[in-house]
C-alpha cells in the first residue's frame, strides 16, 4: 500500500466464486484462503499505514472515490 500510494483499498472478489449471487455471500473456502489471517494482516498493515480498507456490501450503491 506504502508502495503504490493507496490511502484507500476495496476489497473485491474476497467471497467464494461457485457459490451463486442468489445466495448470502460467504469467504472463499478455508484451503484455498484464510480470511480472518488475511484480514488480520491486511488490517494491521492498513493501520499502521493509514490506509481505510472498504469491504462492500453486494447489491448496495457505494461511492468509493468519495
Known amino acids: 500500500m506504502v508502495a503504490t500510494g493507496a490511502r484507500r483499498v476495496i476489497l473485491v472478489h474476497w467471497d467464494d466464486f461457485i457459490t451463486g449471487l442468489h445466495q448470502p455471500l460467504r469467504p ?3 484451503c484455498l484462503d484464510d480470511l480472518d489471517a488475511t ?3 491486511l488490517l ?3 493501520r ?3 490506509v ?3 469491504l462492500p456490501v453486494a ?3 457505494s461511492a468509493p472515490l468519495e
Open 59 to 61: 447489491w448496495h450503491p
Open 48 to 50: 499502521r499505514d493509514g
Open 28 to 30: 472463499m473456502l478455508y
Open 44 to 46: 494491521s498493515l492498513a
Open 52 to 54: 481505510d480498507v472498504v
Open 39 to 41: 484480514m488480520s494482516g
